[in-house]
């Protein structure tokens, strides 16, 4: 009789969390959903040269076919300076100033570590430098390239290293204390324009990150690949999981961004043009697209910037023109 006792416990116990569960997905979870977040895009005319692809006519595919108005942007370190000392920023001039000419907004990211494989970018001259020596040549860089774009009316923040602290790229090791010493440097060249540091959405706890900058980037990825366990996803995380990490830091989501919304497949152990459209629809299709969107609005950051966008011109060369034809869409309605 009492183990039938506990039995009906356990059974209202279980009917109390589903029924607390479905209440909190349709009271909380939508209620902080933002429909007017506004979406951007990430951009890197090397990766997009990488799909022989003109990058010139990839990015105005994003700023006069699909109407974007924010981008983000890497300053590589090894495209900036080449050469030790001899600084060239002809080539991001010209897509800072042709965003510019749209009244388009650009993160300018910067730093021993930028989007795009290998991560860290480094020139081939600062390999072999010593620790001290190769911390002076990152301030140099640093430095030239807050100068030469603080005053462009375009640049509207900046993003110092990108996911520091996560182990992915090929990358050296950075403490806190050297990417606090680096955003310092920014600040004290540039008092105007805030500081974002970003972190990965899924496997970081953003204790340090969160806090060092005076805005936070969050990246998104749904699906993910790896030659362990082949394709994994997160659908079964809530949006709620983001919000909760933020709080734990003490950061609200209305300080952050998405700084990478996964808008493109996630590519195997080949370049992303070597495989079939069968294999990249596995891990991003119209359907997931719309979905990663949806998703991103629960969260309630004001923006997000999609991670693709080169990629959606590759679909447009090719005639894949599904993903092309809903990204035209979007900011007619954002």
């Known amino acids: 009789m009492k183990r039938f006792r506990y039995k009906k416990i356990a059974a209202l116990l279980v009917c109390l969390l589903v029924i607390f569960g479905v209440w909190g997905k349709y009271n909380y979870f939508d209620s902080t959903r933002n429909p007017g977040m506004k979406l951007g895009v990430s951009f890197d005319p090397e990766y997009a040269g990488s799909l022989h692809l003109d990058p010139a006519v990839a990015f105005s595919n ?33 897509y800072v100033n042709e965003a510019g000419k749209s009244g388009a907004k650009v993160i300018l990211a910067i730093g021993n570590k930028t989007p795009r494989w290998p991560e860290c970018h ?8 010593s620790p001290a020596e190769l911390n002076t040549a990152l301030e140099s860089y640093l430095l030239a390239s807050v100068e030469h774009y603080k005053n ?3 640049v509207e923040i900046w993003q110092v290293e990108n996911e520091p602290f996560f182990a992915f790229g090929d990358c050296k090791h950075i403490t806190s204390a050297e990417l606090r010493r680096e955003i310092a440097l920014v600040k004290q060249a540039d008092s105007v324009h805030p500081v974002l540091v970003a972190d990965s959405g899924e496997l970081a706890l953003w204790n340090t990150t969160a806090r060092a900058g005076d805005l936070f980037g969050m990246t998104m990825y749904r699906v993910v690949w790896n030659k362990y ?27 952050s961004f998405i700084v990478e919304l996964q808008a493109e497949p996630w590519a195997l152990d080949k370049p992303l043009e070597q495989m079939s459209i069968e294999d990249q629809k596995k891990s991003m299709d119209l359907m997931r697209l719309k979905n990663n969107i949806e998703y991103a609005r629960r969260v309630g950051a004001p923006r997000a910037y999609l991670w693709g966008g080169e990629w959606w011109s590759w679909l447009k060369e090719k005639g894949y023109n ?4 809903f990204v035209a869409t979007l900011n007619i309605r954002n």
Not at 65 to 88: I, M, N, T
Not at 122 to 129: D, Q, T
Not at 233 to 253: H, T
Not at 322 to 325: A, F, L, N, R, S
């Open 62 to 94: 994003l700023l006069n076919d699909w109407k974007f108005k924010y981008f983000r942007l890497p300053l590589h370190w090894d495209k900036v300076e080449s050469a030790r000392g001899k600084f060239d920023f002809s080539e991001m001039d010209y």
């Open 122 to 129: 480094r020139p081939e001259w600062a390999v072999s430098l």
């Open 152 to 154: 462009n009316p375009a």
């Open 229 to 255: 366990l082949g394709y994994w996803n997160y659908d079964w995380l809530p949006a709620a999981f983001y919000r909760l990490k933020l709080w734990l830091v003490d950061r609200s989501p209305q300080s």
């Open 322 to 325: 599904e993903i092309p034809d």
